[in-house]
């Protein structure tokens, strides 16, 4: 069964530091989202990428967040100089098409901020 | 404006015994999707259910089953003899606009099945 693939599944970085979070969408889907799930809290939505741009983006996406669809098949979102706050679970999914069918998430990448 | 509210912040049960998780939602949307997602302990998040707006009817998938209630705004989730694999967090989602928006997340119901 065709599955959503992260890297790393956790990863630690000093505070100001940038990190990549890499994932892999299942390979026929179109639309690719970022969710943002602190630890104990629900899951927050950060941005949505369709057509090699950003369709839509919450508020948490500010200027430290980017991302980019380098091959595609990569899908990755940078955050430029880590906060202490941005420790959380980072979700990638992936969607066929806009209607009618669920989100597939993968696995998570734990950012540990330190 | 979509919300999803999922009153129940925990829920602990006994084996066997039968658990409904609530979910109330709001949206000014006509066509919408409600989901079910589990957050294992090992924290990733598996779909379980996706539900149109115009499709009322209560769905069943073996021990799981799901009343949608437009009338209420509800899309209650019932666990029937529930067992300790089925300790998770369970979120509730709303997408809007046809499903064309991103999902939003309630806040989850952490369930505690206890042998």
């Known amino acids: 069964e065709p599955e959503v693939t992260q890297t790393p599944s956790h990863q630690v970085t000093q505070m100001g530091q940038e990190v990549i979070l890499r994932c892999v969408p299942i390979?026929?889907?179109?639309?690719f989202y970022w969710y943002r799930q602190i630890l104990g809290q629900k899951v927050e939505f950060l941005v949505s990428?369709?057509?090699?741009?950003?369709?839509?983006k919450s508020e948490i996406f500010d200027d430290q967040f980017s991302v980019e669809r380098p091959d595609g098949s990569n899908f990755t979102l940078k955050i430029r100089s880590t906060k202490l706050e941005d420790s959380a679970m980072y979700f990638c999914a992936s969607r066929m098409d806009r209607l009618n069918t669920e989100a597939f998430f993968g696995q998570g990448t734990r950012l540990t901020v330190v | 404006a979509q919300k999803v509210t999922q009153a129940q912040t925990e829920i602990s049960v006994v084996e066997k015994e039968d658990v409904t998780l609530d979910c109330v939602y709001e949206?000014?949307?006509?066509?919408?999707?409600l989901f079910w997602y589990k957050q294992p302990p090992s924290g990733e998040l598996v779909f379980l259910i996706r539900r149109n707006s115009f499709d009322e009817q209560n769905e069943i998938s073996g021990r799981y089953s799901w009343n949608f209630q437009k009338s209420t705004s509800s899309f209650n989730f019932t666990i029937t003899a529930s067992q300790v694999v089925d300790s998770a967090v369970y979120f509730c989602a709303l997408s809007e606009n046809s499903g064309n928006t991103p999902l939003v997340f309630g806040k989850g119901t952490r369930l505690s099945v206890i042998a």
């Open positions: 949206t000014r949307d006509t066509t919408y999707y």
């Open positions: 390979s026929n889907h179109l639309y």
């Open positions: 990428f369709y057509n090699n741009e950003i369709s839509e």
